[in-house]
């Protein structure tokens, strides 16, 4: 039965007051520890169809009659469009349409930022759409584009009001404190840089739009192009099977979406337009600089007494000033904290959720300035953390479930190998360990949707039109109906990905799906369950499976349905974990490697292992190119970008993977739903750059403050560690 | 212009300054061969023309006339493919037909690569989802 409920929201670390209709979910937890199918090791169901290269991905679809898209992108930071003629473009072979400034809300004359669009060509093939975009005759003024956050916070360019938030008095705690460290942290803009890039091919079929889409949220598209293009909302179908990665950055529409549905409107054709690499590294979103002022107080036994920061996030032109303080407000249990954070505006691409948005810039300025803390104190980094250690929530609540001690503990070992590990040090290569925490969010919430059904093969289909972005939620979803149905995981299909075609299912992004959609099918599995176990008994066999009475349906089918029931009220649901560094350090080149990471999180239940232990390694090299490697650099003179291809943006190789040894601590959530299992995507990718700027500290006695740690970086920080001495 | 790809002959009409990965995506429908960067800087494209591991997005199809095209639908059967799924080498999967290229390239010309080995062949196939760890040991134990 559904009923309404007031209740906070969470999506990406932000939390709105909504009115939910959820449903209850009645369902007792399975006991903790592995079953028959859930909490072990399965290979993706779709993994062979991935592998093999038969799934279709929306670059891959090529519909009867469809045509291609350029788009003309502002080359300028700041600009405004003095003349445009189309007519050109128009003229060439092979082209269909083109569309200017003004023919839709997304192509602009006024020019904001670097990559914004400005006009559209579609024709035949995609070169002779190129060729068409160059036959555009654009003239600019150019105009001095604002690029400085700090500047900006002065000139009150600022996306929202900033944020204040405050508990305690600040000031009393550090008059209280025995020694007060202050750092200035800076983290730079990363980019996504999904294997598939941004892209949708969009149709008219009588009164609506079909959009095949690379999307993470099928809904938050299909309700965005139904308002953007005047039609309801059941008349736009939205298809995404399968995704080449998303990492936050596809959660909507875009420009591109819309520049293909007028093309489309306007010649009666499918019509695709993908962006390329190099504008997916310049329109696409990112992970936005930062610019971190921090402060910690703290009593000679490590206690703290006092946190402050000033945050800066340079979202660019457009998008939201992620929780960077979130770490600081919510980490440890200090009674006095007060933060501020600005969302400077600039003539820069939009910022874009990446991965814990906030969270990873956050935590790397806080669990470095706390390692600062633990050298002034001469007290072991661990040892600091576990001193304050919060059991309940620093706003009073409680939490649903945390294991972050027991995380520590499971550390120990890969934490008392810094002995060792400093001992391999050379003249010129040092080497050391460092740690850092983890929290987020990861609960996820309601409302999400399942549909099942069940045939006399005994086989079972799950319906639900959420999304697989690569995590293996396919592969999470059918081990939860097999189990719940007792039937091997080889019977069981998932059938996702089209709005027409099954439930509401919520976004894949916040680390929310398994979390949000899971216990959905769980609930659908054991509805059908049920009706299969009364058939049974009608004949007799009480306590028989599933596979022993199917028989009797014949053409019949048994439809089970399920919903997310609601998060525990009152209490805060959240992820925690840690990981421990190894690095060395060449200290007269200032290269840095990371020789060992260990990961130790606790998610609650573990649906799939191996699954997660892939999930773990690829944050934490997400995470290693984030602390290293990857930057996207503008000229600091015009704006221009400078790194929007593969070749100059640093991503991490194989040859960059270091050892990763990762462990989950397994036990259900006991609060939250029937399976008390929290979402993996983002808590590995947050502490490691903390990590390793730690196990730098360790090894050479130098503070960095920035990321990433480039050789400059690394030989600035040790050239001021040797003056300090 | 001719090709063989994946042991079938295939007469082929691009229009000069066409790839190869653009004649076998788009003119034989062969779409298991993904294009992620379309300069060849990523590896997702990677194909074998005569036996050798090629960036198919950067090959002109006229300088490989002639040639026998390997792509990812021409291992279907290759024990590397149950590898990469048994070891979870792939997340979203679409830099996964590439990196099966550059596998079998590898071992053909080495059975048992050491993990020098496979860092140095795979280098040039960018996993962005990060299963890099899963890949190496996939190829590893392609042979079971």
Known sequence: MARLIRTEKEVEGRYEEVWLVVEEDSLDQWPAGPREIVGRDAVRVDGRERATGQAVYTADLAKPGMLHTAVLRSPHPRARVTSIDLAPALALPGVHAAIGPGDIEQLTADCSFQGVAIAAVCADTLAQARAALRAIACEFEVL??????????????????????????????????????????????????????????????????????????????????????????????????????????????????????????????????????????????????????????????????????????????????????????????????????????????????????????????????????????????????????????????????????????????????????????????????????????????????????????????????????????????????????????????????????????????????????????????????????????????????????????????????????????????????????????????????????????????????????????????????????????????TGRLLTTTLDAYKLPTIADVPEIVSELIDVPDSHLTNLGAKGLGEPPIIPTAAAIANAIRDATGADVRQLPISREEMLRALREAEARQ | MQLTVNGHRYDVHGEVGTTLAEALREELSLTGTKVACGEGHCGACTVLVDGEPVLSCITLVHAVDGASVTTIEGLRDHPMIDAFVRSDALQCGFCTPGQIVSAVALVESKPAPTSEDIRHAMAGNLCRCGAYPKIEEAIRTWQG
């Open chain 1, 144 to 637: 001095e584009p604002l690029l400085d956050p700090d500047e900006a916070v002065r000139r009150g360019s600022l996306l929202g009001e900033p944020r204040e938030r405050s508990r305690g008095d600040y000031e009393r705690g550090l008059a209280e404190a025995d020694v007060v460290v202050e750092a200035e942290f800076r983290t730079q803009v990363v980019l996504h840089n999904s294997m598939e890039t941004h892209q949708a091919v969009v149709e008219w079929t009588g009164e609506g739009v079909e959009v095949h889409i690379s999307t993470q949220y099928i809904w938050g598209i299909r309700d965005a192009v139904a308002q953007g293009l005047g039609l309801p909302a059941d008349k736009v179908r939205v298809v995404c099977r399968y995704m080449g990665g998303g990492f936050g950055s596809k959660n909507s529409p875009d420009d591109y979406t819309f520049i293909a549905a007028e093309l489309a409107r306007r010649t009666h054709r499918p019509v695709k337009c993908a962006l390329t690499r190099r504008e997916e590294n310049t329109a696409a979103g990112n992970r936005n600089a930062t610019i971190q002022r921090l402060t910690v107080g703290a009593r000679s036994d490590g206690t703290l007494t006092a946190l402050g920061g000033e945050f800066v996030n340079a979202v660019g032109w457009d998008g939201w000033s992620s929780g960077t303080e979130g770490p600081m407000q919510m980490l440890y249990a200090c009674p006095n904290v007060k933060t501020t954070t600005y969302g400077a505006k600039l003539n820069l691409p939009p910022m874009k959720a990446f991965r814990a948005p906030g969270f990873v810039e956050g935590t790397f300025g806080l669990e470095a300035l706390l390692d600062e803390l633990a050298t002034k104190l001469d007290l072991d980094p661990l040892e600091l953390r576990r001193r304050n250690h919060t059991h309940e929530a620093p706003e009073g609540n409680e939490y649903s479930g945390k294991n972050l001690l027991e995380c520590y503990r499971r550390a120990e070992p890969h934490w008392e190998r810094r002995h060792d590990v400093r001992a391999r040090s050379t003249a010129t290569v040092k080497r050391g360990v460092g740690m850092a925490s983890q929290i987020w969010y990861g609960g996820g919430g309601p409302p999400s949707y399942a549909w099942i059904r069940v045939g006399s093969d005994g086989r079972a289909t799950v319906v639900t039109a959420m999304q697989d972005i690569g995590t293996g939620t396919r592969t999470a979803m059918a081990q939860i109906a097999a189990e719940e149905l007792g039937i091997p995981l080889e019977h069981v299909t998932v059938t996702l990905g089209d709005s027409d075609r099954g439930p509401y299912a919520t976004l894949s992004a916040g680390s929310s799906t398994t979390p949000s959609v899971g216990p959905a099918v769980r609930a659908a599995a054991a509805d059908a369950r049920e009706q299969i176990e009364e058939i049974a008994e009608q004949r007799g066999l009480k306590g028989a499976s599933v596979a022993d009475v199917v028989d009797v349906l014949e053409d019949a089918q048994i439809l089970g349905k399920g919903a997310r029931g609601p998060n525990p009220t009152g209490m805060q649901v959240l992820t925690f974990g840690v990981q421990v560094a190894e690095v060395a350090v060449d200290i007269e080149t200032g290269e840095v490697w990371v020789e060992r990471i260990a990961a130790v999180h606790d998610v609650g239940r573990v649906i799939n292992p191996l699954g997660a232990s892939s999930q773990i390694e690829g944050g934490i090299i997400q995470g290693i190119g984030h602390t290293l490697s990857e930057e996207r650099l503008h000229d600091p003179a």
